[in-house]
């Protein structure tokens, strides 16, 4: 079965440096996204992207973070200058022919970020 | 705006013990509603969904329902095994939030032998 695939599954950086996540959305998904989930918390969403652009952005998605999918393959975050509250784990996740809606969100196995 | 709110945890249960997890919601429109499970080490999986009222979703023996009287849909299965303990997520995606889930704090189950 497809799935979504995440690189590195663990990243330490340090305070103030830029991160990129990366991932690898099933090949015939149209939507894309970030979450994240710092350790005890919920899973909380942090953007969706579609058709080359973001969709939707919550409030913790600020001008610290972007995304991009710079080939047919790739989608990335990018932290722009970590915080020590920017760790957490990552996931990114993607889905079919609708947006989650209906069509469930298909996860990866997240990357650990961890800000020193 | 829209909300999730499970069963508090940890549960443990003996195997072949019947388990019930709680999941209620507040949405403003008229969601698809979803069991998501997470593996220790791994992302999470769609265990199951339902996306109108009444529907009932089930897979590997776990069955949900959507209740809209009541604004549910909680998580059983009749009998757990040792490899149901995982933790448990309960979330909802509204056709007005351009793709946006909702997760609920997730339930940690473990099932002893």
């Known amino acids: 079965e497809p799935e979504v695939t995440q690189t590195p599954s663990h990243q330490v950086t340090q305070m103030g440096q830029e991160v990129i996540l990366r991932c690898v959305p099933i090949?015939?998904?149209?939507?894309f996204y970030w979450y994240r989930q710092i350790l005890g918390q919920k899973v909380e969403f942090l953007v969706s992207?579609?058709?080359?652009?973001?969709?939707?952005k919550s409030e913790i998605f600020d001008d610290q973070f972007s995304v991009e999918r710079p080939d047919g393959s790739n989608f990335t975050l990018k932290i722009r200058s970590t915080k020590l509250e920017d760790s957490a784990m990552y996931f990114c996740?993607?889905?079919?022919?609708?947006?989650?809606?209906?069509?469930?969100?298909?996860f990866g196995n997240g990357t650990r970020l961890t800000v020193t | 705006g829209n909300s999730v709110t499970q069963m508090e945890g940890p549960v443990t249960l003996s195997e072949e013990a019947f388990l019930t997890i709680n999941c209620t919601y507040t949405?403003?429109?008229?969601?698809?509603l979803f069991w998501y499970v997470q593996y220790p080490g791994e992302g999470l999986q769609l265990l199951l969904k339902?996306?109108?009222?009444?529907d009932k979703g089930s897979n590997k023996g776990f069955e949900a329902t959507y209740r809209k009287e009541t604004t549910s849909f909680h998580l059983e299965k009749g009998s757990v095994q040792v490899s149901d303990s995982a933790v448990y997520f309960c979330?909802?995606?509204?056709?007005?939030?351009?793709?946006?889930?909702?997760f609920g704090d997730g339930t940690t189950l473990t099932v002893k032998p």
């Open positions: 996740a993607s889905s079919g022919t609708g947006s989650s809606y209906n069509s469930p969100l298909h």
């Open positions: 090949s015939n998904h149209l939507y």
């Open positions: 992207f579609y058709n080359n652009e973001i969709s939707e």
């Open positions: 949405a403003t429109g008229y969601p698809s």
């Open positions: 339902a996306t109108k009222a009444d």
């Open positions: 979330a909802l995606s509204e056709y007005t939030n351009a793709g946006k889930s909702t």
